[in-house]
């Protein structure tokens, strides 16, 4: 039976919409089942306390279990290795970190290329560390700090929370500019960095605020900087690291990835969510106290600020000769 012309071409143009229907109908429904934030870090780190508090936001919003999973190993490249191969369903996403930046780098060999295969979806956080040290050490300021370690080249230690983590970077980018030699000593995450600190098993750490705030407040630590440019709203007495070191600046960052292919509907669902749950006083307030500065992107505008990103810490990491340890 032959059809009409006009018969004909509304049935096919019916067709053709069909799948672009089926794609709504499939994000509308998301999330129908609990979904997955793999975290490169252990529990109890800055980064698993900020994946935590926008799993929660997202709980909340959703009406679906946001459910934070440690993946420890290699500098947070297990985790993003795990999402990278995860369904484009939105039920696996990543928190993404500057570890990943670096990670492109500092890796002479990745399952993965981390631009090309993690979709960006929301940014969370800019956050500054501060720079510490044990109560017990003779420096009181960044630049008694500084002077001690220049006369005693190579004898200090300076913990980290892995290699290619933003304590390391941050404490790598000092040693640079500082020009003062001092051995790296990596640890899985910043709790056993900081318990070494505690004892006087290492020297100093480029700590997370949110990891180390309690310790200072406690007077267990000693801060000597901050290491943005301006003070932080947590630590209003602690100057910047750069009044010491002319032109220092350093901040992580923290977002939320999806598997490449992650239909753009999912991506625009998830940071709507998030941007909302960060422009809530609430959660702006909870980050403020741990050291955190609210970060509100598009996902196209998180995705260039990513690649920004890797082609900055590639210099550092080039510079420095890094290599993981």
């Known amino acids: 039976m032959k059809l009409p012309r006009r018969q004909f071409l509304h049935l096919a143009a019916g067709a053709a919409v069909l799948p672009m229907v089926s794609r709504i109908a499939r994000a509308q429904a998301y999330p129908s089942r609990p979904v997955r934030i793999l975290v490169g870090f252990d529990a109890g780190s800055a980064p698993d306390i900020l994946a935590r508090l926008i799993g929660q936001q997202l709980s909340d919003r959703f009406g679906q279990p946001f459910i934070i999973e440690n993946r420890l190993g ?5 985790a993003t290795e795990a999402v990278v191969k995860a369904p484009a369903d939105g039920y696996t996403i990543l928190l993404v970190s500057l570890a990943n930046a670096v990670n492109t780098t500092l890796f002479d060999k990745l399952n993965y290329n981390f631009v090309r295969d993690i979709s960006p979806v929301a940014a969370i956080s800019r956050d500054p ?3 510490v040290v044990n109560p017990s ?4 300021t960044a630049g008694d700090f500084i002077a001690y370690a220049k006369a005693r080249p190579g004898q200090l230690s300076m913990a980290s929370a892995g290699s290619g983590s933003s304590p390391h970077m941050a404490g790598e980018l000092f040693k640079y500019m500082a020009s003062v030699d001092m051995t790296h000593v990596p640890y899985r995450g910043s709790p056993p960095a900081i318990t070494d600190l505690l004892s ?15 310790y200072m407040k406690a007077g267990k630590l000693r801060a000597l900087a901050v290491t943005t440019t301006s003070r932080a709203d947590s630590l209003p007495d602690i100057p910047p690291l750069g009044d010491y070191v002319q032109g220092y600046e350093f901040s992580a960052f923290y977002g939320i990835g999806a598997p490449r292919d992650t239909s753009a ?16 006083p609430k959660l702006k307030a909870r980050l403020a106290d741990l050291g955190s500065i609210a970060f509100s992107v598009s996902p196209s505008e998180f995705g260039q600020f990513i690649s920004t990103e890797t082609e900055k810490w590639a210099k550092v990491v080039r510079a420095a000769h890094l290599k993981p340890e």
Request: aromatic share 6%.
């Open 200 to 214: 006087g098993q290492v020297h100093v750490y480029f700590a997370p605020i949110s990891a180390s705030l309690e």
């Open 265 to 280: 509907e999912i991506v625009a669902q998830l940071n709507k969510e998030i941007n909302a749950g960060l422009n809530d």
């Open 129 to 131: 560390n501060v720079m």
């Open 137 to 140: 050490f003779p420096s009181k």
């Open 74 to 78: 290699a500098g947070s490249n297990i």
